[in-house]
């Protein structure tokens, strides 16, 4: 088989059209997930952020230190669904990606 031929023309710009559309939708996927990468990291740290405010301003509310420890717990739990989100993402990029490689040389759809 000959592996410098490449797609019909229609095939690349229809390509290129998918595109347009597609990565913007991509990247904001990857933005979403980033963000609850970030809110997680910041819910995991709530207690810390609860002895650095205890240390700075003197006063001192067990019921926060509590409420810090809940929203520990719920970043855990959070962390592993984005864990699994990363990964699913990470697997559909790649394919996406491969997919398009694939169109692009006008091997096989």
Known sequence: MNENR??????????????????????ALWA????????????????????????????????TLFASLAATGLGMLAALGTVAAFKAGIRWTAGALAWSGRIRKGRAL
């Open 32 to 63: 979403v997930m980033s963000a609850l990468a970030a809110a997680n990291i910041a819910l995991i740290a709530a207690p810390a952020a609860v002895l650095l405010d205890w240390a700075l301003s003197g006063e001192r509310y067990p019921a």
């Open 6 to 27: 490449s797609a019909n023309p229609a095939a690349g710009a229809l390509l290129s059209l998918l595109g347009i559309f597609a990565i913007p939708l991509a990247l």
